[in-house]
């Protein structure tokens, strides 16, 4: 049992997940309804983005996925993709000291190539310099999309049995598994979505077959610690039956002890 505080006393989240996964949405309404830029709304999120991170790593979660940017969203206005790319590099370089004081990794998921130089120069020093980390995992999924990964894993695996080097008779679950951008990281146990969006939205096709899913009306800039806390404790009380009975979850159980 993990004991967190909310700020109104302590919270008792009977579960902390080891991996949760994060779509950051609602930046565009936040800002709209305050007759700001989009990308104003961006700029707010960067405050929420600090603050879900800083929290996780004190829960104790292992992995934290984070979905800053799709393969879709190379398609909106100009200068919005600039000002995120911008947002991107500038965050990189303000949090590098965080990360190394809270033992946190930095990864990316994604196409990083379609990235501008300096963001991609920005990813690989964080990457470079927070290897040896072993708090937690920080991914971002920056130009990712899920199908993409799919194809992307796709291609290495035939390109291997074109060369001989696997048998296509072979080829499972967890030979799909191996070829993703990041193999080592464990499905996520929870997604959360802000903004009261009910879509997955191309994010983790493969790995969010059996992650809970908790969404909150809660625009993305203003997801708040005790929010993100109420959606932990949301995702504490579900049971998880990974396509079991409730009968045989309890024989496991029982087993187990
Ligand atoms: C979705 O909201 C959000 C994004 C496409 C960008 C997410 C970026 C951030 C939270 C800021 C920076 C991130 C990092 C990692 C530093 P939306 O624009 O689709 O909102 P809407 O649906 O209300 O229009």
């Not at 930046?27 to 700029?43: I, S, T, Y």
């Not at 993100?228 to 409730?246: A, I, K, P, W």
Request: hydrophobic share 40%.
């Amino acid at each position: 049992m993990k004991i967190s505080s909310n700020g109104n006393g302590p919270t008792v989240l009977s579960k902390v997940p080891r991996h949760v996964a994060v779509v950051m949405d609602g930046n565009g309404r936040w800002a709209k309804k305050r007759f700001l830029p989009r990308v104003e709304g961006h700029r707010a999120g960067v405050k929420s983005v600090r603050m879900i991170v800083e929290e996780s790593r004190r829960l104790g979660i292992r992995y934290l996925t984070l979905f800053a940017f799709s393969t879709e969203n190379w398609q909106r206005p100009r200068d919005e993709v600039s000002s995120l790319m911008k947002l991107f590099a500038q965050y990189l370089e303000s949090e590098l000291e965080l990360m190394l004081k809270n033992d946190i990794r930095l990864r990316a998921v994604g196409d990083l190539s379609r990235l501008p130089k300096e963001v991609q120069h920005s990813l690989q020093k964080n990457f470079d310099r927070t290897k040896d980390m072993q708090g937690m995992d920080l991914v971002l999924a920056v130009s990712y999309g899920g199908r993409d990964e799919l194809v992307h894993a796709a291609r290495r695996i035939a390109e291997k049995a074109r060369s001989g080097e696997l048998d296509p008779d072979s080829i499972s679950e967890a030979t799909i598994t191996e070829h993703l951008y990041a193999p080592d990281v464990p499905d996520p146990d929870v997604l959360i979505r802000t903004s009261d969006e009910n879509r997955i939205s191309n994010f983790l096709l493969w790995q969010l077959a059996y992650s809970e899913i908790v969404v909150t009306p809660v625009l993305w800039p203003d997801f708040s610690k005790e929010e993100y806390t109420r959606c932990l404790q949301e995702f504490s009380g579900r049971t998880r039956r990974f396509g079991l009975t409730d009968e045989q979850l309890a024989q496991g159980a029982a087993a187990a002890k």
